[in-house]
C-alpha cells in the first residue's frame, strides 16, 4: 500500500468549509471530503466510501453525491491514520492508500476509480442471478436449495464440476455441514440432518445438477453469459452514514442483531455458542458463553430478542429450548423441554418474546424433524415451566387451500396480547394462533409462493413481514384482515425480514444484494442504501430512539455488527 502522499491531497481549512447540500441543509464541517471520478463516467455517484483507522475495528462508510462528491463529517474522524476502501461495482481504487486526518484541517481526497480487472469477482448475489442464463424456476431452485445461504454464488459459478461430480459434492456438502456454516466459520455436522434436498438421495428439495453445471466453468472454462450489474444508488440512497463494528472473534457468525433502549447492540452467533453485546460508543464488544443444555448436538442460534425490560431472550436452536438473559446480573436462565418432545432432531430456532408480560408465556418456533415434515409451534410458561407443542395446521378444514399447501414454518412474532403469528416460508401464509383458545386461524397472502420469512408486530398490532421468495414486503392488518404488499426496487433482492419503524416506515435488506432497503408505506417511495462490504443481511432492527431512525443488522458471513444512519 502507498501512503497519503499517493492521492492528491489539497489541504482546506474546515472552518471554511460549510457546504450547503443540495437539500438545502447546513452540512456538519467534514474531517474528510472529496470527490469520486473514473474516466468513463467523469464525477461518479453512488460510490460507497470507506474509511478504517488504523489499528481499530471501526469502518465509516459514505456515499458519493450527484456531483462525485463525499465527505466525512468531523464528529466522526478522529485524528489519526485512515485507510481508505470504495465499492462500486465494476470500478476500482486506482491508488489505494492511507491518509492523515488531522484536528484543524480538511483533507479533500481526489479519488480516481478505473475499470475492475476482474469484473466476476464483485458481484453479488443478486447480480449472479440476474446475469446467470435459466428459468425463473431454475434460478428460483438455487436460491431455495440454499446455495447462498451458507457461502455466496461466487463458490457456485467458479467451480468446475459436471452434472454428476455437482451431484456427489452437493449430497456431500450438505450431509456434511450445518446451516451455521459460512466461507470464514466451516461447521460441521453433529446432530440429525434437518433439511433433505433431492440430491442427497431423499425426495426433498429439488437441486438441479444439470442447471448448476450449465452456469459454472465446467463446460467452457468461461460465462458464456453477459456479467450484468445494478445501476449504483442515487440521490436519497447516497444521504446515509454506515459505521461497521468487527467483532473480536474474528470467526464470529452473527445471525440476529438487536438494540435495547440503552443503545447497546446483541448479536447470536449463528455457529458458536454465544451471545454478544455492543457498545457502539466505545466499539467496544463483551462476548457470554451461551449454556449448552443438550450437550454433543449442533451448536448456534438463529434468533435472539429483547423483551421491555431489557432481558435477552434466545432460542437455543439444535440445543432445543429457551434461555434468558440478565444484563445486570450477567447470568443466563434457561427452560428444557420435556423429554417426550424432545428428541435429538427437535430444534426451537425462533423465539416470540416481546408481549410475555400479557401472559406470562413465551412462544417458540421450530419442529421436531426434518424441516416441513412435523410442524408445531411451542410455548413455554415462564413460572411453572410447563410447555405446549400446538398443531396449528390441524385446524385448517379438511381440503382447504390452507390445508393442502405445502408447509414449513420459518419466522414468528407476537401481537401486543402475545397471539402468535407464524409466516409460512414453504407457501404464502400467516397463521394466527389465539393466545386464550390456542385456535388457528390461516390467512393467505396475495402473492402465491411468496415465502413469508421473519417480520415484526408494530404498535397497531399490523404485521410486517419480509415475502422472501418475490422480493417484497408484506402488511397484515388484523383489523380488516387484509394484506397490503409493496415490491422491492430491486429483483432477486431476497428479503429475510421486516420492521416498522415509529414513523410507519418499513425496513429490511436484501440477504442476496448487500442492499438496506427501505419503505415510506403512505406514499409507497423506496430508498435503498449500499452497503460497503458483501453482507447477508437477515434480522434488521431499528433503534427508534435517533432522529432519524438507526438501522441494525449483523453481517454473519462478515464477522461484524452494521449500523446504518441515514442522513433525511
Ligand atoms: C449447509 C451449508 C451449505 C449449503 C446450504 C450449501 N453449501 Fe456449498 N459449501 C459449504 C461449505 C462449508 C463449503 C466449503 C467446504 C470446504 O471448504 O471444505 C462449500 C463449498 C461449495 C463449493 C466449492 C467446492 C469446491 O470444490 O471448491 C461449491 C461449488 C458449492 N459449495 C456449491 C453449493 C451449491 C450448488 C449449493 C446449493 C445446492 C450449496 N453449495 C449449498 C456449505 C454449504
Not at 390452507?402 to 412474532?413: E, L
Request: charged share 25%; aromatic share 10%; glycine share 8%.
Amino acid at each position: 500500500m502507498k501512503s497519503m502522499q499517493s492521492f492528491a491531497l489539497i489541504v482546506v481549512f474546515w472552518a471554511a468549509l460549510w457546504p450547503v447540500s443540495s437539500f438545502g441543509k447546513v452540512e456538519p464541517p467534514a474531517a474528510l471530503a472529496g470527490r469520486v471520478t473514473s474516466q468513463e463516467e467523469g464525477p461518479m455517484e453512488g460510490v460507497v466510501v470507506s474509511a478504517k483507522k488504523q489499528g481499530t475495528t471501526v469502518t465509516i462508510s459514505v456515499v458519493s453525491d450527484a456531483q462525485g462528491r463525499f465527505s466525512f463529517p468531523r464528529t466522526r474522524l478522529d485524528s489519526g491514520g485512515y485507510s481508505i476502501a470504495i465499492r462500486a461495482v465494476g470500478y476500482e481504487l486506482d491508488e489505494p492508500g492511507t491518509v492523515e486526518v488531522g484536528t484543524q484541517k480538511a483533507n479533500e481526497l481526489d479519488l480516481k476509480l478505473h475499470k475492475a480487472a476482474d469484473l466476476s469477482a464483485q458481484l453479488t448475489n443478486t447480480e449472479w442471478l440476474m446475469s446467470m442464463p435459466g428459468t425463473p424456476q431454475q434460478k428460483w431452485d438455487l436460491v431455495y436449495t440454499d446455495c447462498l445461504g451458507c457461502h455466496s454464488l461466487q463458490r457456485v459459478v467458479r467451480s468446475r464440476y459436471n452434472a454428476d461430480e455437482f451431484a456427489k459434492f452437493v449430497s456431500y456438502m450438505l450431509q456434511t455441514f450445518t446451516g451455521g456454516s459460512t466461507s470464514h466459520h466451516v461447521q460441521k455436522r453433529i446432530g440429525p440432518l434437518r433439511t433433505v434436498y433431492a440430491a442427497t438421495g431423499g425426495t426433498g428439495r429439488h437441486v438441479d445438477t444439470e442447471y448448476l453445471s450449465s452456469v459454472n466453468l465446467s463446460k467452457t472454462g468461461k460465462w458464456d453469459y453477459p456479467l450484468k450489474t445494478l445501476p449504483r444508488v442515487t440521490g436519497r440512497g447516497t444521504r446515509v452514514i454506515v459505521t461497521e463494528y468487527d467483532l473480536p472473534r474474528a470467526d464470529a457468525t452473527p445471525h440476529d442483531a438487536v438494540v435495547d433502549r440503552k443503545g447497546m447492540v446483541w448479536y447470536c452467533d449463528f455457529g458458536e455458542q454465544y451471545i454478544g453485546k455492543l457498545d457502539p460508543k466505545t466499539a467496544k464488544v463483551a462476548d457470554f458463553p451461551v449454556p449448552q443444555v443438550k450437550p454433543g448436538l449442533d451448536t448456534g442460534m438463529n434468533d435472539i430478542e429483547v423483551d421491555r425490560d431489557g432481558s435477552l431472550w434466545v432460542a437455543l436452536f439444535n440445543q432445543a429450548g429457551l434461555a434468558k438473559f440478565d444484563p445486570k446480573t450477567q447470568k443466563f436462565q434457561t427452560w428444557r423441554l420435556p423429554k417426550e418432545i424432545d428428541p435429538d432432531a427437535r430444534r426451537t430456532v425462533f423465539v416470540a418474546s416481546n408481549a410475555h408480560e400479557a401472559d406470562g408465556k413465551i412462544w417458540l418456533g421450530g419442529g421436531r424433524g426434518v424441516w416441513g415434515t412435523d410442524l408445531g409451534q411451542l410455548r413455554v410458561d415462564l413460572k411453572t415451566g410447563k410447555w405446549e407443542e400446538i398443531h396449528e395446521w390441524a385446524d385448517a378444514a379438511p381440503g382447504s387451500p390452507a390445508a393442502t399447501r405445502p408447509h414449513g414454518i420459518y419466522g414468528i412474532a407476537a401481537d401486543s396480547k402475545n397471539n402468535l403469528y407464524d409466516f409460512d416460508y414453504e407457501s404464502e401464509y400467516l397463521v394466527k394462533v389465539d393466545a386464550k383458545t390456542l385456535k388457528a386461524s390461516f390467512y393467505a397472502a396475495p402473492t402465491i409462493n411468496s415465502g413469508p420469512r421473519r417480520g415484526h408486530v408494530d404498535a397497531q398490532d399490523r404485521v410486517w413481514f419480509a415475502e422472501h421468495h418475490v422480493s417484497k414486503i408484506g402488511m397484515f392488518d388484523p383489523r380488516t384482515e387484509q394484506f397490503k404488499e409493496w415490491t422491492l426496487p430491486t429483483p432477486f433482492s431476497n428479503p429475510y425480514d421486516a420492521v416498522a419503524d415509529k414513523n410507519g416506515e418499513v425496513w429490511t435488506g436484501g440477504m442476496a444484494s448487500d442492499r438496506v432497503v427501505r419503505l415510506n408505506s403512505k406514499t409507497g417511495e423506496f430508498v435503498e442504501y449500499p452497503l460497503p462490504r458483501p453482507t447477508n443481511i437477515r434480522r434488521v432492527d431499528v433503534d427508534n430512539s435517533t432522529n432519524p431512525v438507526t438501522f441494525w443488522t449483523g453481517n454473519k458471513d462478515g464477522a461484524s455488527i452494521v449500523k446504518v444512519e441515514p442522513l433525511d
